[in-house]
């Protein structure tokens, strides 16, 4: 999109600069995070307003076939019954109970395959998920570096002056 610069992600884990200002004080290290917040925000935006875009369409089709495949499917499986039971002599109880089972076998099996293709396929958001990741790790280390160094700015040594 216009509006949408590149994430170089070549430098997934570029090192953290502490010297000079950066997270040295509580306020530019408040700044910094507020940047990164807004900016983070930002790009969720950005891709959020991305997949509405390009979803739209395939989702109204989807819907549809739903809507027309749910509304035919009770139909077709009353049909099948009557066949059974007509063709193979089956009681109209049994014929319904084995359509009943052979649907619910279809359908359970039919989710299970969907939802790991689902899984393994669609992944949204993925240039926020890696930004939240670099921007997290700079958060824990700028704190963790921050701590460290208020704890023992000068005597290195764990025994308390005197």
Excluded at 45 to 55: G, H, K, L, N, T
Excluded at 64 to 85: D, E, H, K, N, Q
Aim: charged share 20%; glycine share 4%; hydrophobic share 50%.
């Amino acid at each position: 999109m216009a509006d949408q610069a590149q994430v170089d992600q070549k430098h997934d884990k570029a090192p953290f600069d502490f010297s000079g200002s950066l997270g040295s004080d509580v306020g530019g290290f408040a700044h910094d995070l507020l940047m990164l917040a807004e900016l983070q925000s930002r790009l969720f935006i950005a891709e959020a307003r991305e997949f509405r875009q390009r979803s739209t369409l395939p989702s109204v089709l989807l819907l549809t076939g739903i809507v027309l495949g749910v509304s035919c499917f009770p139909i077709a499986m009353i049909s099948l019954a009557l066949s059974l039971a007509h063709l193979a002599s089956f009681s109209m109880a049994a014929a319904f109970m084995v359509v009943l089972a052979l649907g619910a076998l279809t359908s359970l099996l039919l989710l299970i395959g969907s939802s790991l293709l689902v899984r393994k396929r669609m992944r949204f958001f993925r240039r926020s998920q890696a930004e939240f990741s670099r921007n997290y790790e700079w958060f824990r280390s700028a704190f963790t570096s921050n701590r460290m160094t208020r704890r023992n700015p000068i005597n290195p040594s764990k025994e308390p002056n005197r």
